[in-house]
């Protein structure tokens, strides 16, 4: 390998340039010193961080916030109420010399799988003739900002609660011999778990559980090589602390063996995650087949086999076969289910038939619109402007049975709280993000990207698996690009068409005019008005539909129109324009794309 390779597969930080979050683990050096645990006098942690009493206070305001809230300060010592799992790349040295596996530490990253994806297709790109084998690495991650598991589910990872960390292995064969790897990793770490005193089991096909509550996850993604093969990206999610989201726990490392270190837990894992693999890849998942019984918990249970949440196959499990397929005895019959987008459920875990009731709240900078979701499926949609907000506190008190409450907004603060004054619980509240739903967000600060564009995308892949562009026509207008491989690529704002006809109103002499009616060659001003007006709202989608059709390189495009002015749009839109192009009209498309996100949540 040349030295400029070198540098890139052992430099996270700089070879990643589309990740600007990340930053030096030095950046968590107050955490690393506090994160066992036990007192620590402020003298003390002074004299190691070579900074006085201020100084320290800006270390504090440096850690992660739910680290933060977890600080006890008083009598002159500093402490974490619980244990934290935070690591320095220096601590690895030694362990991937021995091991030949560079180990990076991140402070933090969108997800380690994404990022060190990002990291082997970049080295590719720079040497074609580079050994696949040289780029095995593992990348751990003390804050994981956009983790995702299977179908692109949100994977909650609190700052250090939460083991996060991918490995990449290149594998001769083909992907479609290596299907059965995930069982492979999960018991992999079922076998180190259990060394570190952790009885936990496998949930067909990789969920690591104790009892009935998940501790640990698993996610292989795969880049094709030009041999053949395939780089193996494998991301593994760990909870050392116990989790309660949506009223469902989950279990933590530190709840059954209080005393084991992060570090040398990791250094096992990866340890035995690449003797496992590479042996897998010499034999077959055969050589696993009796391990891998032994560790499920699901051997001789009746369970449910969902897809969709939609129930496809009852049985007893008997065991998985030579591929680690799924072994289901039903009706008098063997079955096999081979992983992929179905999940297990056990006969005594509630699913279907009980009533899930939501509210879910699209709060726009007019109006505010509501959705009514009863077990996944909207039953009714509603609207009111904000000086009628009563009209959703009535709506609240006759449906008492929904408390599950969540919204997106673009409006101001004021407003959100108003809001919240008419609803009987809590609202979560969703903002744009890196990924989701399998979706990654290329807008350069999330935080300043509107919530409603966001959801919107998400949306969008409710009505079209194609390319497509969004447009949103209400206060403003919005126009926004979603590739065929779910990259959002950000888009344009315009001011939509009362704020254009303001705008002229306001500050042009004679154009306070009514609006007038659109022509091709308007000959009043009003009329003019009018029409310059469409002629820049068409104008802007269809070039960013062309825009789109070139990165695309000759695949559909959709385009999936929304919002009140939708409609004056598309009967606009040229008609050889139109023609052949998939045109959707879609109502509350923020909505479906906050349901698609709390669905895969």
């Given at each position: 390998m040349n030295e400029s390779m070198a540098d890139l597969m052992n430099n996270p930080i700089n070879s990643v340039n589309n990740d600007p979050s990340s930053a030096y683990p030095d950046d968590d050096a107050l955490w690393l010193i506090l994160a066992d645990g036990k007192p620590h006098s402020v003298a003390s942690l002074c004299s190691q961080l070579n900074t006085d009493a201020g100084g320290i206070n800006r270390w504090r305001m440096a850690l992660p916030e739910n680290v933060r809230e977890n600080l006890k300060q008083g009598d002159g010592f500093w402490q974490l109420k619980t244990p934290s799992v935070v690591f320095r790349e220096s601590d690895f040295v030694e362990f991937a010399q021995t091991e030949e596996i560079p180990v990076s530490v991140l402070s933090e990253c969108t997800s380690t799988n994404m990022v060190l994806a990002e990291k082997v297709k970049t080295a590719m790109a720079l040497d074609e003739n580079l050994n696949p084998d040289n780029l095995k690495q593992a990348l751990v991650a003390n804050r994981q900002t956009a983790g995702y598991g299977k179908q692109g589910r949100f994977w909650l990872a609190p700052a250090g609660d939460v083991l996060t960390f991918s490995l990449s292995i290149f594998s001769r064969r083909p992907r479609t011999q290596t299907g059965a790897m995930p069982l492979v990793i999960a018991l992999s770490c079922q076998k180190v778990l259990r060394r570190f005193g952790v009885d936990a089991k496998i949930k067909w096909p990789n969920d690591l559980m104790v009892g009935s509550e998940k501790i640990g996850g698993i996610l292989v993604e795969s880049i094709p090589h030009a041999t053949g093969g395939h780089i193996c990206v494998i991301g593994v999610g760990l909870n050392f602390q116990g989790l309660e989201v949506e009223g469902q726990t989950a279990a933590g490392v530190w709840q059954f063996a209080p005393d084991v270190r992060p570090e040398p837990l990791l250094k096992a894992l990866i340890h035995e995650i690449n003797r496992d693999i590479q042996f897998f890849f010499i034999h077959s998942f055969s050589t696993f087949q009796t391990a891998y019984t032994a560790g499920c918990r699901d051997i001789g249970?009746?369970?449910?086999?969902?897809?969709?949440?939609?129930?496809?196959?009852?049985?007893?499990?008997?065991?998985?076969?030579?591929?680690?397929?799924?072994l289901l005895e039903s009706g008098g019959e063997v079955k096999k289910i081979v992983s992929g987008e179905v999940s297990l459920r056990h006969k005594d875990e509630s699913f279907g038939a009980a009533v899930d009731q939501m509210l879910i709240l699209d709060c726009g900078n007019s109006k505010i619109k509501w959705a009514w979701v009863v077990n996944g499926e909207i039953v009714g949609t509603f609207k009111a402007p904000y000086n009628k907000l009563s009209i959703l506190g009535e709506f609240c008190r006759q449906h008492k049975d929904i408390k599950k409450i969540y919204g997106s907004a673009v409006c101001g603060q004021m407003k959100k709280l108003q809001v919240a004054e008419q609803v009987l619980h809590r609202i979560e509240w969703f903002a744009s993000e890196q990924v989701a739903c399998g979706i990654r967000n290329h807008y350069r600060h999330t935080g300043e990207h509107g919530a409603d564009r966001w959801f919107n995308a998400l949306g969008a892949r409710c009505f079209s698996s194609n390319a497509c562009i969004v447009v949103s026509c209400g206060t403003a207008i919005t126009i926004d690009a979603l590739t065929t491989s779910n990259q959002y690529l950000g888009g344009s704002i315009l001011p939509g068409f009362n704020l254009m006809k303001d705008s002229l109103s306001k500050n042009t002499a004679n154009l306070d005019r009514p609006f007038g009616r659109i022509y091709p060659f308007a000959t009043t001003t009003p009329n003019a008005i009018a029409s310059g007006i469409m002629d820049a709202?068409?104008?802007?989608?269809?070039?960013?539909?062309?825009?789109?059709?070139?990165?695309?390189?000759?695949?559909?495009?959709?385009?999936?129109?929304?919002?009140?002015?939708?409609?004056?749009?598309?009967?606009?839109?040229?008609?050889?324009?139109?023609?052949?192009?998939?045109?959707?009209?879609?109502?509350?498309?923020?909505?479906?794309?906050?349901?698609?996100?709390?669905?895969?949540?």
């Amino acid at each position: 390998m040349n030295e400029s390779m070198a540098d890139l597969m052992n430099n996270p930080i700089n070879s990643v340039n589309n990740d600007p979050s990340s930053a030096y683990p030095d950046d968590d050096a107050l955490w690393l010193i506090l994160a066992d645990g036990k007192p620590h006098s402020v003298a003390s942690l002074c004299s190691q961080l070579n900074t006085d009493a201020g100084g320290i206070n800006r270390w504090r305001m440096a850690l992660p916030e739910n680290v933060r809230e977890n600080l006890k300060q008083g009598d002159g010592f500093w402490q974490l109420k619980t244990p934290s799992v935070v690591f320095r790349e220096s601590d690895f040295v030694e362990f991937a010399q021995t091991e030949e596996i560079p180990v990076s530490v991140l402070s933090e990253c969108t997800s380690t799988n994404m990022v060190l994806a990002e990291k082997v297709k970049t080295a590719m790109a720079l040497d074609e003739n580079l050994n696949p084998d040289n780029l095995k690495q593992a990348l751990v991650a003390n804050r994981q900002t956009a983790g995702y598991g299977k179908q692109g589910r949100f994977w909650l990872a609190p700052a250090g609660d939460v083991l996060t960390f991918s490995l990449s292995i290149f594998s001769r064969r083909p992907r479609t011999q290596t299907g059965a790897m995930p069982l492979v990793i999960a018991l992999s770490c079922q076998k180190v778990l259990r060394r570190f005193g952790v009885d936990a089991k496998i949930k067909w096909p990789n969920d690591l559980m104790v009892g009935s509550e998940k501790i640990g996850g698993i996610l292989v993604e795969s880049i094709p090589h030009a041999t053949g093969g395939h780089i193996c990206v494998i991301g593994v999610g760990l909870n050392f602390q116990g989790l309660e989201v949506e009223g469902q726990t989950a279990a933590g490392v530190w709840q059954f063996a209080p005393d084991v270190r992060p570090e040398p837990l990791l250094k096992a894992l990866i340890h035995e995650i690449n003797r496992d693999i590479q042996f897998f890849f010499i034999h077959s998942f055969s050589t696993f087949q009796t391990a891998y019984t032994a560790g499920c918990r699901d051997i001789g249970q009746d369970v449910v086999i969902m897809r969709d949440e939609k129930s496809i196959a009852e049985g007893k499990v008997l065991g998985v076969d030579g591929t680690g397929a799924l072994l289901l005895e039903s009706g008098g019959e063997v079955k096999k289910i081979v992983s992929g987008e179905v999940s297990l459920r056990h006969k005594d875990e509630s699913f279907g038939a009980a009533v899930d009731q939501m509210l879910i709240l699209d709060c726009g900078n007019s109006k505010i619109k509501w959705a009514w979701v009863v077990n996944g499926e909207i039953v009714g949609t509603f609207k009111a402007p904000y000086n009628k907000l009563s009209i959703l506190g009535e709506f609240c008190r006759q449906h008492k049975d929904i408390k599950k409450i969540y919204g997106s907004a673009v409006c101001g603060q004021m407003k959100k709280l108003q809001v919240a004054e008419q609803v009987l619980h809590r609202i979560e509240w969703f903002a744009s993000e890196q990924v989701a739903c399998g979706i990654r967000n290329h807008y350069r600060h999330t935080g300043e990207h509107g919530a409603d564009r966001w959801f919107n995308a998400l949306g969008a892949r409710c009505f079209s698996s194609n390319a497509c562009i969004v447009v949103s026509c209400g206060t403003a207008i919005t126009i926004d690009a979603l590739t065929t491989s779910n990259q959002y690529l950000g888009g344009s704002i315009l001011p939509g068409f009362n704020l254009m006809k303001d705008s002229l109103s306001k500050n042009t002499a004679n154009l306070d005019r009514p609006f007038g009616r659109i022509y091709p060659f308007a000959t009043t001003t009003p009329n003019a008005i009018a029409s310059g007006i469409m002629d820049a709202v068409v104008g802007a989608v269809m070039l960013m539909y062309d825009r789109l059709v070139e990165k695309e390189e000759g695949l559909p495009v959709d385009i999936i129109l929304t919002g009140g002015g939708s409609s004056r749009i598309y009967h606009h839109l040229p008609p050889q324009f139109v023609a052949g192009k998939r045109i959707e009209m879609v109502e509350n498309l923020v909505i479906y794309g906050l349901l698609n996100r709390i669905q895969q949540q």
